[in-house]
């Protein structure tokens, strides 16, 4: 009979006794729990006062009730106090804002931001989005931005897509051959920085598979724009989030309609443009076994899905009775998968058809509320949900003790009409209040 060191029996007992982890996704994040932060997190501007905003509503992110005459206070960077005004003594030495009949809000966060004009990062700030996502630009883009002297947001960018030949966007695109050449990619972008890795839709269900256990192993997150790889094996590749709700066109048509728009996109990038909204057209969405499945798969996995709808919209006076049709079943799309239990953020793609500009982000919220959220969801999805889409829950995304001072106060409360979002009066960013000049 063979005798086991004691050691070793010790050591598989505890092992067996531990709580383990229920999936691939929760070992990887236990064993590689990383701080994410801002590239320019060292260039922002930090507050060194005390303020207090007084007798505002509070709406904190976290989907809480509302806080009515409220008052939260601000040390330095920090929140310092927030919760009812009769319940707190204002410091002697604070500055004190009177919000009375306004409304605060944790800073909004924007999942998918394209600088291509760098006087456009400024404005999305101007409009209170204090953090954004670039998921597929190379860094040098930003340098413009980041040396501009008026403050921009948090920058939270991922490095080009990593995508194959040939590239939709050559200039923004990082090419690979083959999943090694993925693993090669994802290190490089994450040794420059990157905050989360972007796939984009030419590259193969194992070069996806790579890349997401090799940015894991970094501690960052994956997400991607697909429209060739069925979105289901991306998402148990390993994806942990989608960008564009079109990304689940060919997982909801039957494998022959999907296999004809999937040599259609193989040989020509272009033919996604009119041909997305052909699939969509096409799609019952009421009554259609693909759709009932992938919605508790989506729930299941708690994959962040940013739908970017805002930039899909198509009205009779730009778009013709196809892509009307097509737009509004990804709305309805949009609803099902939320009412599932889907994890949805807010992601402007900065232009969009039916916003002036700086309000592409504003236009998606009220494209998610025509979706199906409420206001209060919408809301959520635009700040915590987002933050924890970044992995900075912890500091960002909500009006929470402890957390970094990131605010703005408006005018009317976007709870009674999300319209209220373009009332914007004040925007903190890292307990500064910045000039909207």
């Not at 090694?180 to 905050?195: H, K």
């Not at 940013?306 to 892509?323: I, N």
């Not at 799309?333 to 939320?338: K, L, P, T």
Request: hydrophobic fraction near 40%; charged fraction near 25%.
């Amino acid at each position: 009979m063979k005798v086991f060191p004691i050691y070793l029996i010790c050591l598989l007992f505890t092992f067996s006794c531990t709580d383990q982890p229920k999936n691939k996704k929760e070992s990887i994040e236990k064993i590689t729990k990383k701080v994410i932060y801002a590239q320019n997190t060292h260039e922002i501007a930090q507050g060194d006062k005390t303020i207090a905003i007084s007798g505002v509503t509070v709406v904190d992110g976290t989907g809480s009730e509302p806080i009515k005459n409220a008052l939260v206070i601000v040390k330095n960077n920090k929140i310092d106090y927030v919760g009812k005004a009769s319940d707190a003594t204002i410091p002697e030495d604070a500055e004190v804002i009177d919000a009375s009949g306004m409304t605060l809000l944790p800073g909004l966060i924007d999942a998918h931001f394209h600088g291509e004009s760098n006087k456009v990062t400024p404005l999305f700030l101007k409009k209170g989005v204090t953090s954004i996502r670039d998921p597929g630009a190379w860094n040098e883009s930003y340098d413009e931005a980041r040396g501009f002297e008026q403050a921009i947001p948090r920058l939270f960018l991922t490095g080009p897509h990593i995508d194959s030949y040939p590239p939709a966007y050559p200039l923004n695109s990082f090419l690979i051959q083959d999943p090694l050449e993925g693993e090669i990619a994802v290190n490089r972008f994450a040794d420059e920085g990157a905050t989360a890795i972007k796939a984009y839709f030419r590259l193969s269900t194992e070069m996806i598979k790579v890349i997401c256990e090799t940015a894991h192993k970094r501690g960052i997150p994956v997400t991607a724009h697909l429209e060739i790889t069925n979105a289901i094996d991306a998402i148990n590749a390993g994806l942990d989030g989608i960008e564009h709700i079109t990304s689940f066109g060919t997982s909801l048509l039957t494998p022959s309609k999907a296999e004809v728009f999937k040599n259609k996109m193989l040989g020509d990038n272009s033919a996604r443009r009119k041909g997305r909204y052909e699939v969509w057209n096409t799609l019952d969405i009421d009554n259609n076994p693909r759709v009932d499945s992938i919605v508790p798969f989506l729930a299941e996995h708690q994959t962040f899905i940013s739908p970017t709808l805002a930039v899909f919209e198509k009205q009779f006076d730009k778009g013709d009775s196809t892509e009307v049709n097509a737009f509004a079943n990804m709305l309805k799309f949009v609803g099902r998968i939320n009412k599932g239990g889907a994890k949805i953020v807010v992601g402007s793609h900065t232009f969009a058809p039916y916003a002036e500009l700086g309000n592409a982000y504003y236009r998606e919220m009220e494209l998610l509320k025509e979706a199906g959220l409420s206001n209060m969801e919408v809301i959520v999805a635009a700040t915590l949900e987002n933050a924890r889409f970044f992995r900075i829950e912890e500091r960002l995304g909500s009006i929470e003790k402890g957390k970094i001072a990131d605010l703005i106060i408006l005018r009317k409360n976007p709870l009674d009409d999300l319209k209220a979002m373009n009332t914007v009066e004040k925007v903190m960013l890292n307990g500064v209040f910045i000039d909207l000049n």
